[in-house]
Structure formats: C-alpha cells, structure tokens
C-alpha cells in the first residue's frame, strides 16, 4: 500500500507543477497579462490562434485530477494508520504489570543507623552557655 501512496504522491507533485505551468501560461481576460509575459505568443504558435479554449481546457481536466488524487492520498493515508495501529497492537503481547507495593504508613519513627564510635565520643563543648 505504501508503494501505491508513494507513486501517488509523485504524480501529484508533478500535476500540481503542470496545473501551475498551465495557469501561468494562459492569457488574463483583459490584457496580455502573465501568461504573455511568460511566452503567450509561445503557446499561440503551439497550440493556434484559439489556445484558451485548449488551455483552459486543460486547466480543468488537471485540477480535477489534482483533487481526485489528492483526496485518494487522504484516504490512503487513513486506510494505512488504522492497519499500522491494528497490526501494532497485534504484533506484540500484552504483559500484565505487578501492582504496587503499598506504601509504608506516615505514622512510623524514622530510625538512623549511629555508628559505634560516633556514640561512645563526648558532645563537644561549644555547644554551652557561659
């Protein structure tokens, strides 16, 4: 399925470049505009002297093809997340996680271990009050 989505996606990008070339290459309704700028006396000697028609023509066959496959890649890509989640949830097997200890109560002395030495040694003197 992704080779088919990749291959889609290459001939989207490349209509979305010819849909662009098209549109640049037509003339404005008014003047000349881009499209004469860009070589309009171009797509006159290529197509003859009634090159709207073929060109708008054209604008329209590749703008339905832009959406069609755009929206085929949309529902490609929610057909291959929903198999990628369902075969992950497949692929491996669920481990049950041990509960948890509980807790030791709030309430309980805490105790720190003296070390023999430190016991049997005086408190020091600067600890008094003259």
Sequence with gaps: MSIVLGIL????IVLSLFLVLIVLAQKAK???GVGAAMGGGMTEAAFGADTSNVLSKATIY???AFFVIAFSLYLGRIYER???TAAANNALPT???PAAPAPAPASAPISVPVPAAAANT???EATKKP
């Design 95 to 97: 481990i049950a996680v």
């Design 82 to 84: 929903k198999h990628a």
């Design 122 to 124: 005086p408190a020091p």
């Design 9 to 12: 996606t290459f001939a989207l």
């Design 62 to 64: 590749a703008a339905i």
């Design 30 to 32: 008014s003047d000349g």
